[in-house]
């Protein structure tokens, strides 16, 4: 079942502290979600434009996240349905930042890689629980569809990124 | 449960340089307040209504997937579907968007898959991945299959919104099953009188599951961390299945548990378990899916599935254990896709009204060919099959429901109640909520 609940809310809104506690992780996710830098940061501005122009009808706080993160993926999900919308070439999207040549970061690369040629739907459910540290039932809020829908996601998405990354990332 | 902070941190570390600047928070208070409140704007439905009763007949004689459709719905159904006549061809399968209609809340879309070039599409297909742009999905079921012209008809039903009529989506698919197999009353050989004791257990942590179901989750889910039976203890097939094992059996806190693992390759497999006696009671179980690690630890993930069964142990010697098997011959995948603008249906009966439920004040309900929807407020307890909804029939016929679905939205509660096959909305006499009775005519 499908649960988005914003009453109202009266506290004043402190834009800062959400843009602190959230900008750097949307960010990264809209450049993973979008593949391009640029269309990532329109997205986190339109986001937080939203948050600001729509705090009031919120809840509490422990749902702030979530209700950012939900739109965040839809404004992300616009921007891939407008016209303009490109191919891009993910390589040269994340070789547009700057890394350098441990170990380390090359694995990070091959994640980042396999993360950002998942299709978008697989790609919602994993950055949203492995990297927002979503529960199952919050990600069902965020992209409005049932629990069991995430969680054959989550599955199918795992089974495609174990593919490339098992023993790395993933145990099983 | 290791990979979650890793899996965050590299990327966290590679896209260490992705940051917004220090001012951002001041540029979006100076747009804000720069800008005026946008509001949507009011939908035309009505003249969409109007629009779509004239020009169904004409449409629907020019496109010979519609025409083909009329034959295998009832004329009365079919004529309240927009036709679309869409085709789109990969890996030498076609599918065609036939038909296409929304409401307020939900949208249903028949299509139909035909292999040009061999025999993967028969009447067991199953789309695995598909979805319809701006909706999320609710169930996909093969209605027709022509055995002549390897052709399955099916019919998505989806949730839509009337903010989606006259607008473009995108119907895709990605991927199907077929040639499913079934093993149904598989004997599994387990002696029920000699189940182990006190097995070894070991900790499940019911918030990092993907899943489960049955009687006893709600109640399993809330004590956050359970006991199962500690895996691959046991390596004993099932006759005839070479997909699934049964890995561990043992009495836990009294309860009857069996583990199952799934071994196969398929990409659907799955089953069932009962306990079965010879008055043909059926016991079905509760079920948990999880991994483990290289450890042995329990995680997420979905080798393993605990059945657990809810009957005295003094009982067992009086069941057999059971259980029903499915598998997939074939899994294809390609890419499918058609666009179109999806209108709305032709009518709908809406009515005020103020009935009180448990927990819950409907304060609208409105009739679509789509069926039945209840909107109001509060905090429902379980699932909307609890409120008991039929359609009273000009004829004296009774519809009931066998799908519902619950949103909420900006703090109303929305329960969509869907029928087999569109409702005849002229003919709706009353409807019947929980013993409340809506008159139409």
Request: charged share 25%; glycine share 6%; aromatic share 8%.
């Amino acid at each position: 079942m499908f649960s988005i609940s914003v009453p109202d809310r009266n506290t004043p809104m402190d834009i800062s502290y959400l843009v602190a506690e959230y900008g750097d992780s949307l960010l990264r996710m809209c450049f993973l979600y979008l593949k391009d830098i640029h269309l990532a940061e329109d997205a986190v501005q339109d986001t937080f434009l939203k948050v600001y122009n729509n705090y009031s009808q919120f809840k509490s706080e422990s749902e702030i996240k979530t209700w950012i993160m939900r739109i965040a993926i839809n404004v992300c999900k616009n921007y891939r349905r407008s016209s303009w919308w490109k191919r891009v070439v993910i390589t040269e999207a994340l070789n547009e930042i700057p890394a350098d040549t441990s170990l380390e970061t090359q694995q990070d690369n091959t994640l980042v890689l396999e993360i950002m040629k998942l299709s978008p739907k697989y790609k919602e459910v994993i950055l949203l629980f492995y990297y927002q540290e979503l529960k199952i039932q919050e990600i069902s809020q965020v992209l409005n569809i049932p629990e069991s829908t995430v969680s054959t996601r989550l599955k199918r998405a795992r089974e495609q990124l174990g593919t490339k990354l098992k023993g790395w990332y993933f145990d099983d | 449960m290791t990979e979650i902070p890793s899996i965050k941190n590299a990327i966290d570390a590679r896209l260490a340089p992705l940051k917004l600047s220090d001012d951002f928070a001041v540029i979006i208070q100076k747009q804000a307040n720069n800008t005026g409140t946008m509001k949507k704007p009011l939908t035309v439905a009505a003249l969409i209504c109007l629009c779509l009763l004239i020009s169904v007949p004409v449409m629907a004689a020019t496109i010979p997937g519609f025409n083909a459709l009329l034959s295998r719905v009832t004329p009365e159904i079919a004529q309240m579907l927009q036709p679309i006549g869409l085709v789109a061809e990969n890996n030498g399968i076609k599918m065609e968007v036939v038909a296409a209609m929304n409401d307020e809340d939900t949208a249903v879309v028949y299509l139909t898959m035909q292999d040009l070039t061999g025999n993967r599409i028969d009447k067991s297909i199953d789309l695995y991945d598909y979805s319809i742009t701006g909706m999320s999905m609710f169930t996909s079921q093969v209605v027709a299959y022509d055995e002549r012209t390897k052709t399955a008809t099916i019919r998505l039903l989806a949730n839509g919104g009337s903010e989606l009529n006259g607008k473009k989506i995108t119907v895709g698919v990605d991927s199907f099953l077929s040639a499913r197999h079934e093993y149904t009353d598989v004997k599994t050989g387990i002696d029920l009188t000699a189940i182990p004791k006190d097995p070894e257990k070991m900790l499940l942590d019911m918030n990092n599951i993907p899943g489960g179901g049955g009687d006893l989750f709600e109640t399993l889910r809330e004590k956050s961390i359970i006991q199962v039976l500690k895996n691959d203890q046991m390596n004993r097939p099932l006759p005839g299945i070479d997909f699934a094992q049964i890995s561990n059996v043992g009495l836990v806190d009294g309860r009857l548990h069996v583990q199952i693992k799934w071994t196969g390759t398929g990409i659907d497999d799955h089953g069932f378990l009962y306990l079965t006696n010879t008055a043909g009671e059926v016991i079905h179980p509760t079920n948990v899916s999880f991994g483990t690690d290289a450890y042995g630890n329990t995680q997420y993930g979905d080798k393993y599935e605990e059945n657990i069964f809810d009957i005295d142990a003094g009982q067992l010697d009086q069941f057999k254990l059971k259980g029903d098997f499915f598998t997939n011959g074939s899994y294809v995948q390609g890419k499918w896709r058609t666009t179109f603008k999806i209108a709305a249906v032709s009518q709908t009966k809406q009515a005020d009204c103020s009935i009180d439920l448990e927990n819950m004040k409907i304060k609208r309900v409105s009739i679509s060919p789509l069926g039945i929807t209840l909107l109001g407020s509060g905090q429902p307890e379980g699932p909307a099959d609890k409120i008991n909804v039929a359609v009273a029939m000009l004829d004296g016929s009774v519809r009931k429901f066998e799908s519902a679905a619950t949103y909420r939205d900006d703090g109303k509660i929305i329960i969509k109640y869907m029928p087999d096959s569109p409702l005849k909305v002229e003919d709706v006499r009353e409807l019947h909520i929980n013993g409340n009775v809506i008159k139409y005519k």
